[in-house]
């Protein structure tokens, strides 16, 4: 499959990326990682990080096994565009934006489970580790204010096509923006390693 630069992975750490091998993205398109994602899986190409204690363990145990993104501290929080009551960001949105500012128009995003309904919606597959205590816990009211400045950046970044990977057993909340679309698991790993 021929990507011409114009694709990238971006990895959050919902539990439902735990169906995919990273290992068979590898090669295919950069892969911009979230935080923890060092931990399992040392190929990303970017890691982006925007919490003060995971930095702090990236800088303590990074390899120089890809670009590691630690934006300003201003740049750790949602647009001020969107709303002067900035919100604090996800490490996933920011590795979107890092992305597309490096030129990729088509971003596959795994393991971005605020989109979700249930309880799978705010699980993690670090919770409770190091860095993922119970003050880093997303709950569901979270998600609510998520997929409104997701909607806001997709409709921002009109050009860009954002396709979330999630288990088709799965129900998914509405996203408004007719960028945004959802791809199955099976579907995802089919078209990229074939």
């Given at each position: ?107 596959y995003c795994l393991g971005f489970d605020f989109i979700l309904e249930g309880d799978i919606s705010v ?72």
């Open positions: 499959m021929s990507y011409q630069n114009k694709v990238a992975f971006i990895v959050g750490n919902g539990v439902s990326r735990q169906d995919i091998n990273l290992h068979e993205l590898v090669d295919k398109a950069p892969i911009f990682g979230c935080n923890a994602l060092y931990r399992d899986f040392d190929l990303w190409n970017y890691l982006v990080a925007i919490d003060d204690g995971m930095i702090a363990e990236l800088r303590k145990h990074y390899q120089n096994q890809g670009v590691l993104i630690i934006p300003p501290e201003d740049m750790r929080y949602e647009d001020a565009e969107y709303s002067p009551n900035r919100r604090r960001a996800n490490a996933g949105m920011v590795a979107m934006r890092e992305a597309i500012n490096r030129g990729h128009k088509i971003l699980d993690n597959i670090y919770k409770n580790t190091e860095n993922y205590g119970p003050e880093t816990h997303a709950n569901k009211g979270d998600n609510y204010y998520r997929i409104k400045y997701l909607e806001w950046f997709a409709n921002k970044y009109e050009d860009v096509k954002f396709v979330f990977v999630l288990p088709d057993d799965k129900e998914i909340k509405p996203i408004g923006a007719e960028n945004v679309f959802v791809m199955g698991v099976d579907t995802f790993l089919n078209k990229v390693t074939h």
